[in-house]
């Protein structure tokens, strides 16, 4: 006994016989003819009958087998099959549900007024044309366009008929006298053999092969162009039939969810691997210009980025089969695909995509594998250093008005000659794509929607280690970090490429320009009270391009209540305040790692005090602590001889949390 029979006529019943039996609930397929078997194949749940049944047969099935629910998924054409199956269920008291062709991503019937309207409509397509109206209906169809070519027309094999064709201009292969009736097989076999995209027709009904016309045009990927009213039809959607399917038996289907990579938005850029995932999707899930930018006439969207409220929504919605989550560009790019892959599990499918870097930098005949790439789309991110220090510098903008503030930047830093490759609403119509020098696109208006790589052919790749010779600063009468103590303090603070830096009493800046060197894609703030210092400071960020380097007037800890959470910070000068320093540090960071220079005695004292209270009233932190007592001595000539001199001696101490308490 099957719980449930489809008439599988299209290729919503396919789907319908698939997911019920994925889902455990025995199921009978079938269909007209044994041709309709190949597209499902049997398994434990799913048995396939291809013949076509009289209600009288469908009667005695009915009976026999005693399902809970029939549905109807045959052709809107089969007005005579629906008709059937509803009185063989009517009679018998099995309960009836029609499924209707949803359109999503499949090729429809298109319906025209009169034969007139079908020339109009055929005037903007291309390819081979099958009419089946007969020699009455020619003489309109000789009004399109190279109609000798594209059309091929089937006529009565009478004398008179074919001379009428031939004189219209219809001959040779374009003309296909033949006496009827036609079956499907026969149908598909001509539209085939002239590989034809359209088939005319009229709603001729059972008599006029109607049924076997259509039923052929859509096993061969042709477009039926009907002449005359679409029948009225009744019943539900693919979705809303497993949504009903879902509810009447428990089931709980696991949706297959893929992950798309669109490329930039063209459908021209679309992979075929995501065009075929895409085209299968029962429902387009993505930014309304991502999601229609991809989706079909009638497939069902919902517009949504954020990644908790996709996840829910998917988790919600458990009526839809196969889902495609629209991604700009590439998945591994810049993507909400990671969040997602977290909220969905490892079970989601990837389809990559063409990624932005990959399309621009094509285009402008650069090669991509040895350039800097980044985002600045929606993110904290500062190109400069990047470009003082790489020859190639990608990166994704996010506003209009970003590469007139990046070539203002690049004049202000003395590289007005760097150049700017823009692209702006790649692959669509509107395509723009250019080149100029910063210096050229200062008051420059673009599009949100671009990408710029910068080329530095005077690019200086930043020094392989820490402690750039003191005299590569500019200098004056404010006190300076020396080379050799700030590359050991810097080692010690183990600064990121992404860091958030405090630089406390920062003099003339030496330590926050290798701060900033170092974190590229950080940020460093230097925090200094004294005027002189501070002109210094500014003076030494010009000169190394250090964009990322935020100078802050002020003395500490006030300086520092407004700046983001620090990840690294150094202290070089407290002004007696640092107890009050280093708990406003660790209220925005209690993991900051911070390294301290102690020139004097009390300010070592001073330091240890506040590491034991520290430990005292977090003693579950793990502190890990260190000193370094370093001391330098610099030779000096005194005629031909050199003589030592020291420097004053330095403690360089090292303070983090580890937290192994909640690290467990």
């Known amino acids: ?90 009679e018998t008291g099995c309960d009836y549900i029609r499924v209707l062709r949803s359109g999503s991503g499949r090729q429809e019937a298109v319906y025209v007024r009169d034969t007139e309207a079908a020339v109009e409509y055929l005037k903007d397509t291309e390819g081979g044309v099958l009419l089946t109206t007969g020699s009455k209906e020619l003489a309109s169809f000789t009004a399109l366009p190279g109609y000798r070519e594209r059309l091929y027309a089937r006529v009565l094999s009478l004398p008179s008929v074919i001379d009428a064709c031939r004189e219209m201009g219809f001959e040779g292969r374009h003309l296909i006298a033949v006496q009827g009736p036609f079956s499907q097989e026969f149908n598909e076999a001509l539209l085939r053999q002239y590989d034809c995209r359209y088939l005319v027709t009229k709603d001729t009904g059972k008599a006029g092969g109607f049924e076997e016309k259509i039923q052929a045009a859509f096993a061969c990927g042709a477009v039926p162009v009907i002449i005359g009213r679409p029948a009225e039809t009744e019943g539900m959607s693919l979705t809303g039939c497993r949504r009903t399917l879902i509810r009447r038996f428990g089931l ?6 893929s992950l798309v990579g669109i490329g930039m938005g063209s459908r021209d850029t679309l992979t075929l691997e995501a065009k075929k995932t895409l085209e299968k999707a029962d429902l387009i899930i993505g930014a309304r210009r991502m999601a229609d930018a991809v989706r079909l006439p009638g497939q069902e969207v919902f517009y949504e980025y954020r990644s908790g409220e996709i996840a829910g929504y998917i988790h919600e919605h458990p009526e839809y089969s196969r889902i495609a989550v629209a991604l700009s560009g590439d998945v591994g790019f810049y993507s909400g695909a990671k969040k997602l892959l977290e909220l969905l599990g490892p ?45 190639k510098v990608f990166a994704i903008l996010g506003t209009g008005d970003m590469v007139s503030e990046l070539a203002a930047g690049l004049v202000e830093y003395g590289m007005g000659e760097v150049l700017l490759h823009v692209g702006e609403n790649l692959s669509y119509d509107n395509e723009k794509i250019f080149v100029k020098k910063a210096e050229e696109l200062t008051d420059y208006k673009g599009e949100a929607l671009s990408v710029v790589c910068a080329y530095n052919e005077k690019a200086t790749p930043a020094p392989a280690t820490h402690g750039l010779p003191d005299e590569a600063f500019i200098r004056g009468k404010a006190p300076m970090t020396k080379a050799e103590v700030r590359a050991v303090s810097l080692a ?15 003099g003339t800046g030496s330590v926050s320009v290798e701060m900033a060197l170092r974190a590229r894609r950080g940020s460093v703030y230097a925090i200094e009270k004294k005027e002189e210092a501070i002109q210094l400071l500014e003076e030494n960020k010009k000169k190394f391009a250090a964009d990322n380097l935020t100078v802050v007037r002020g003395t500490a800890p006030e300086a520092l209540h407004g700046l983001p959470a620090p990840t690294h910070v150094f202290i070089g000068g407290s002004s007696g305040n640092l107890p009050e320093i280093v708990k ?68 360089i101490i090292t303070m983090q949390a580890n937290d192994k308490e909640n690290a467990e």
């Open 1 to 90: 006994m099957y719980r449930t029979i489809v008439f599988a006529g299209t290729t919503e019943g396919y789907e319908i016989c698939r997911f019920l039996s994925e889902n455990g609930i025995p199921v009978l397929g079938c269909t007209a003819t044994e041709y309709g078997t190949k597209s499902l194949k049997e398994n434990e749940y799913l048995k396939l009958q291809g013949k076509r049944l009289t209600e009288e047969e469908m009667k005695a099935l009915f009976l026999r087998e005693k399902p809970e629910l029939v549905l109807d998924a045959t052709h809107p054409y089969a007005s005579e099959v629906t008709e059937n199956i509803r009185n063989a269920c009517k």
């Open 252 to 257: 709980n289907p696991i949706p297959r969810v």
């Open 347 to 391: 079970e989601t499918e990837i389809i990559c995509g063409i990624s932005s870097v990959v399309y621009f930098m094509a285009k402008i005949g650069l090669s991509w594998d040895d350039a800097e790439i980044v985002s600045a789309h929606g993110r904290e991110c500062t190109l400069i250093p990047l470009i003082r220090t790489c020859e």
């Open 492 to 506: 010690k603070l183990g600064l990121t490429e992404d860091a958030v830096c405090y630089d406390v009493g920062a």
């Open 584 to 651: 406003v540090i660790l209220s925005g960071n209690r993991k900051a790692r911070i390294v301290i220079n102690c020139i004097t005695l009390e300010t070592v004292s001073e330091t240890m005090e506040c590491i034991r209270s520290l430990k005292e009233e977090n003693p579950s932190a793990g502190w890990e602590t260190e000193i370094v007592q370093l001391g330098v001595s610099r030779a000096k000539t005194a005629g031909r001889y050199h003589m030592m001199m020291g420097e004053n001696p330095i403690y």
